[in-house]
């Protein structure tokens, strides 16, 4: 998108325009980290456990005295990645199925259907949850983990997509001239089912932060002393009231800003590609 | 309708099999070993005989093929094993949990629709104005705020103001009702919020729509007043889809019960399901997971059947459950 277009799009989506900027700034503070943290995230100062936002620890220290403020820069790396990865590899692999189902239609499409309709009785977080444990915990797992609940998500609207314009009168010219299934699938479906698996892109992106954040929480995710969003919330919420409820409140609010971005980008890329699409999921 | 109800019944079935070969596929996946789990080795004080014994026992030595026919034949009678944690039968272990979580869930229902519904109208019914400004700012931070990070907050409020503690003993609801409710209103809550703004939401998206209607000019041009065109004509109208969604919700819900119930200790189901795979119960697992699983598909079912019943032209043709 050239620059005068993005400058109109932000004018008529000026939410989506904040979303995008807030983005943008956490990504920064992410990639940055090293470079504008103020102390390492992992080691803790024994002289300063549960310290206040102060002057020297803008948000506060946790039990073993490390900066929250540090660990929320560095932990936006993981949920942001992690956000990124699931929610594009879950889309992409969810679609190239749909797509495929849909265009080929017959068994596969039932026995591809069928597989899909399994996979979404599953409630997203506690089919995170047992493939995290299974693979184990680390970055790329946990993506892979949170990719999957995804999947069969995209599976449905690639093909709901798939089966309409396989009846259009261009994809019929095109098989008229010639052209191979793989071309047709790639050069005439993939652009025109492209809006919608765009738009559910970025609402997932939220989701799988927010399920990311869950799964670090109960302890399936990365581990410590990594620091992690959902990580840093862990621990006990009863003890913690009294002594040093930053702790609890601060990383909530970085992964509430990074959702509220990433759902503004989404509603805004939606009502720029297809007005006529709705917003009946998240 | 018969023919509708039998292929929805079809497929509901087929995908309940997937559902169990997936959950069989998965809980054998997990790494660790119930045997050694179980013999409480580790520090080699087991011999290698001994877990060969167990596992026996267990049936763990035999094929995947005749573990899964042996298990789904047991499920078919409704025996799901005993758990290797607790040693109760699963089903039992089951039973005195799900109270816990029905209730979270209703609870949770009632505060969503009733906050929910109510508030996407008066957002649609007075939209661009202050009222609908307000509400969707509330509702657009109510979707992004994790719920369990929404629980945390409220039990860091009521800690701080009312010196709150988590309560050792959870009074079921048929001992006492108001007890119990008054205990679960927290986690009902923390889950319920997210809930109210997407049904407020949908609400308002689907009134907006709906008042547009030419039905609706009609009825205000022969005089109904306001407020009984937008609830009478608009809402019963713009209620289906809705409908559906608290369906496809009440279902997710049980999901999101999984951390809510953690962080508030509810002995609910949520809450064993998380500590049987992190300590890789087996038979509790399997049990559990296809409960949840199960009532997905059965709620998703219910919906498509309702929707037949609510709306006669969605009888033919809906292919996708």
């Given amino acids: 998108m050239k620059w005068p277009r993005l400058a109109s799009a932000a004018r008529r989506q000026p939410l989506g325009a904040i979303g995008a900027t807030v983005m943008l700034i956490m990504a920064l503070g992410a990639l940055l980290a090293p470079v504008i943290s103020p102390f390492d995230p992992t080691a803790g100062a024994p002289d300063a456990l549960y310290e206040a936002p102060g002057p020297i620890y803008w948000l506060g220290t946790d039990a073993f005295g490390r900066d929250i403020l540090s660990r929320l820069l560095y932990g936006g790396r993981v949920s942001l990645l992690v956000g990124l990865g699931a929610s594009i590899a879950g889309v992409s692999i969810g679609a190239a199925c749909g797509i495929v189902a849909g265009y080929a239609g017959g068994i596969i499409d039932s026995i591809s259907e069928r597989i899909m309709d399994a996979l979404l009785a599953f409630p997203m977080l506690l089919l995170a949850l047992a493939l995290a444990t299974a693979l184990g915990p680390s970055l790329s797992n946990v993506i892979v983990a949170l990719a999957m609940p995804i999947v069969p998500r995209a599976a449905r609207i690639a093909r709901a997509s798939t089966l309409v314009l396989k009846t259009t009168a261009f994809i019929e010219a095109a098989r008229a001239t010639g052209c191979s299934d793989l071309r047709i699938i790639l050069r005439h479906i993939l652009p025109n089912a492209f809006a919608p698996l765009l738009v559910i892109a970025t609402a997932y992106l939220g989701l799988a932060i927010v399920q990311e954040a869950a799964l670090d929480y109960l302890g399936a995710g990365i581990q410590e002393p990594q620091p992690s969003w959902g990580l840093m919330m862990s621990g006990s919420a009863t003890s913690l009231a009294l002594v040093a409820p930053w702790i609890v409140i601060f990383p909530g609010i970085a992964i509430c800003l990074a959702v509220l971005a990433s759902n503004l980008l989404g509603d805004a890329i939606r009502d720029l590609l297809d007005p006529k699409l709705k917003s009946n999921f998240v | ?321």
């Fill in chain 2, 1 to 321: 309708m018969i023919v509708y109800i039998a292929q929805r019944l079809l497929a509901g079935l087929g995908t309940l099999l997937g559902v169990s070969i997936i959950v069989f596929i998965l809980v054998r996946a997990l790494p660790g070993d119930a045997a050694v789990m179980m013999t409480g080795a580790g520090g080699g004080v087991v011999s290698e005989q001994e877990l060969q014994q167990v596992r026996a026992k267990l049936g763990l030595d035999q094929p995947w093929v005749i573990q899964f026919a042996d298990w789904s034949e047991r499920i078919a009678v409704l025996d799901l094993g005993t758990s290797l944690r607790t040693g109760n039968a699963v089903s039992a272990d089951i039973e005195r949990r799900l109270p816990y979580t029905m209730e979270i869930v209703v609870l949770s229902m009632v505060i969503a629709i009733g906050l929910g519904i109510p508030s996407g109208v008066f957002s649609a019914w007075f939209a661009g104005g202050a009222v609908d400004r307000v509400l969707q700012t509330v509702s657009m931070i109510g979707l992004a705020a994790p719920s369990f990070w929404i629980g945390l907050l409220l039990i860091l409020g009521l800690v701080v103001l009312f010196g709150w503690s988590a309560p050792l003993f959870w009074e079921p609801f048929w001992v006492s009702p108001l007890k119990s409710l008054s205990q679960l209103i927290w986690p009902s809550l923390s889950v319920g919020l997210r809930q109210t703004a997407l049904i407020s939401r949908m609400t308002r998206a689907i009134m907006l729509e709906v008042l547009d209607e030419d039905y609706i000019r009609t009825a205000r041009a022969k005089g109904v007043p306001e407020f009984g065109v937008v609830f009478r004509h608009g809402l019963k109208n713009g209620m289906l889809p809705v409908v559906t969604l608290i369906g496809f919700e009440i279902a997710a819900l049980f999901g999101g019960l999984i951390i809510t119930e953690t962080i508030f200790s509810v002995p609910g189901l949520g809450q064993y399901v998380v500590s049987s795979i992190l300590n890789r119960d087996y038979p509790a697992i399997q049990g559990v997971v296809l409960l949840l699983a199960g009532i997905v598909v059965v709620g998703n079912l219910s919906v498509d059947l309702l929707y037949g019943v609510l709306d006669p032209r969605t009888r033919r043709g809906r292919a996708v459950a």
